[in-house]
T-cell receptor, first 114, second 115 residues
Framework: NAGVMQNPRHLVRRRGQEARLRCSPVKGHSHVYWYRQLPEEGLKFMVY????????ESGMPKERFSAEFPKEGPSILRIQQVVRGDSAAYFC????????????FGPGTRLTVT | AQKVTQAQTEISVVEKEDVTLDCVYE???????LFWYKQPPSGELVFLIR??????QNEISGRYSWNFQKSTSSFNFTITASQVVDSAVYFCALSEGGAGNMLTFGGGTRLMVKP
C-alpha cells in the first residue's frame, strides 16, 4: 500500500555540488510529475515524464536541471552546480494515466543549499 | 494560459467558526479539472477534491464543502465548524484537459484556527 516515495526527505548541499532527488511512483503508475515549492510560494510545475520519455519540460530551468524516468527504477531529478536559489521543496507526483486521474503527491524533498 | 488566484493569503479564525477559502481560475479550455490540496505544517500535500468542468454540482464531505461556479470561474472551499487541526495552507489547482495534467497552483491560503 505504498504511496509515492521520495528520498531523501532532507538534503543539504554546498554551492556547486550536485543534488539528486529520487521519486518512486505508486506501483503501476507510469506518469511522474515534478513540482518545486520555493519558500512562502505555491508549487510550480517543472517536468512531466512517462517511462523513458520526457513529455513536457516547459517548467524546467534551461540550465543545470535534468530529469529522467527510466524503464526500471525511480525517477530522478538532478540539479548540477546548485546555487542558494535552488533551496526549495521538491515534490513528485504520479498518476496511472493522463486524462482525469488525480495526481498523488509524495512527501517532498527539502533541499537546502549552503 | 491557465492561471489560479487565491486572493486570501492568510485567514485567522477561532475554532468552530465557518470559513470560506476563495479560488478564481482562468482557462481557455472547455475541459479542465479543479483541485484542492491541503498542506499541513508537516509539509506533505493532501488531496482533498477533484472536480471536472462539466460537473457543477456542489459537493459536501463532512465539514468540507465546495462551490463550483463556472459563471464566475470560481471554486470556493468552505470549512464548517473549523477545528485547530484544519490549520494548514490550502492550495487550489487547475489542470487543462489534454495538457498532460500539469497542475497550475494558486499561491495558497494559510488558514490558522485558534482554540
Amino acid at each position: 500500500n505504498a504511496g509515492v516515495m521520495q528520498n531523501p526527505r532532507h538534503l543539504v548541499r554546498r554551492r556547486g555540488q550536485e543534488a539528486r532527488l529520487r521519486c518512486s511512483p505508486v506501483k503501476g503508475h507510469s506518469h511522474v510529475y515534478w513540482y518545486r515549492q520555493l519558500p512562502e510560494e505555491g508549487l510550480k510545475f517543472m517536468v512531466y515524464l512517462q517511462k523513458e520519455n520526457i513529455i513536457d519540460e516547459s517548467g524546467m530551468p534551461k540550465e543545470r536541471f535534468s530529469a529522467e524516468f527510466p524503464k526500471e527504477g525511480p525517477s530522478i531529478l538532478r540539479i548540477q552546480q546548485v546555487v542558494r536559489g535552488d533551496s526549495a521543496a521538491y515534490f513528485c507526483a504520479s498518476s496511472p494515466l493522463g486524462g482525469d486521474y488525480e495526481q498523488y503527491f509524495g512527501p517532498g524533498t527539502r533541499l537546502t543549499v549552503t | 494560459a491557465q492561471k489560479v488566484t487565491q486572493a486570501q493569503t492568510e485567514i485567522s479564525v477561532v475554532e468552530k467558526e465557518d470559513v470560506t477559502l476563495d479560488c478564481v481560475y482562468e482557462t481557455r479550455d472547455t475541459t479542465y479539472y479543479l483541485f484542492w490540496y491541503k498542506q499541513p505544517p508537516s509539509g506533505e500535500l493532501v488531496f482533498l477534491i477533484r472536480r471536472n468542468s462539466f460537473d457543477e454540482q456542489n459537493e459536501i464531505s463532512g465539514r468540507y464543502s465546495w462551490n463550483f461556479q463556472k459563471s464566475t470561474s470560481s471554486f470556493n472551499f468552505t470549512i464548517t465548524a473549523s477545528q485547530v487541526v484544519d490549520s494548514a495552507v490550502y492550495f487550489c489547482a487547475l489542470s487543462e484537459g489534454g495538457a498532460g495534467n500539469m497542475l497550475t497552483f494558486g499561491g495558497g491560503t494559510r488558514l490558522m484556527v485558534k482554540p
